[in-house]
């Protein structure tokens, strides 16, 4: 079956440090690839996704590409700052009989220290 | 403005109380879903709808129910809440038109006294 693993937390991290967070699916299909931030309090929000292999999806300075040959999402950015403090999801939906669903791996927590 | 809605944000109830979770979204998604998560933590899907008059249960064995009588709203009941039940529950829709991206609502943090 479809599944998402991504690199245990928590990760502490200087400010302007490069953070990279590892993802890497098992899919039966071709499907889409995301990651959802969660600011604390607060519920997800999309960050970036990526529809098919090659595609490099980047927002915020956030960005990742969908590596079909690795099975890798791999989330990464230059220079954090401690406003990227959050939890972050990588996430694969695929289509299946009778419709897509979405998996999310369990969470990678942020620390970002000024 | 297209959003998706909880209420309410916070929750405190003594046990054996009946509650009900709403969730409705401006955004004209067929999909919607719950999901049950301790706060920064994994997220399990308890249950969800592809449209009207459909809801399934997710991957999470829940004792709540859900109803799907509009597009728009997609609440979630607890008939008799318990301690166990504690938690946050997030509300999200989808489109396939979208490639399935979820759009999620703020959450529900739930205490069962």
């Known amino acids: 079956g479809n599944s998402v693993t991504q690199m245990e937390g928590p990760v502490t991290l200087s400010e302007e440090a490069f953070l990279t967070i590892n993802c890497t699916y098992t899919a039966t299909g071709y499907p889409s690839l995301f990651w959802y931030v969660q600011y604390p309090g607060e519920g997800l929000q999309l960050l970036l996704k990526a529809t098919k292999a090659d595609d490099k999806g980047s927002n915020k300075g956030f960005e990742a590409t969908y590596r079909k040959e690795t099975t890798s999402f791999h989330l990464e950015k230059g220079s954090v700052q401690v406003s990227d403090s959050a939890v972050y999801f990588c996430?694969?939906?695929?289509?299946?009989?009778?419709?897509?669903?979405?998996?999310f791996g369990a969470g990678t927590r942020l620390f970002v220290k000024a | 403005e297209a959003d998706i809605y909880q209420t309410p944000r916070y929750l405190v109830i003594g046990t054996g109380k009946k509650i009900t979770l709403e969730c409705s979204q401006t955004m004209g998604h067929d999909k919607m879903y719950w999901y049950q998560q301790d706060p920064g933590m994994e997220l399990h899907l308890i249950h969800y709808?592809?449209?009207?008059?459909?809801?399934e249960k997710g991957d999470l064995s829940s004792e709540s129910t859900v109803s799907r009588i509009r597009t728009e709203h997609f609440p979630l009941t607890l008939e008799s809440a318990r301690p166990s039940h504690t938690s946050q529950y997030l509300c999200a829709s989808s489109d396939t038109g979208t490639g399935n991206e979820q759009f999620f609502g703020p959450g529900t943090r739930l205490t069962v006294l």
């Open positions: 996430a694969l939906s695929d289509r299946l009989a009778g419709g897509f669903k979405t998996i």
């Open positions: 709808s592809y449209g009207v008059n459909s809801t």
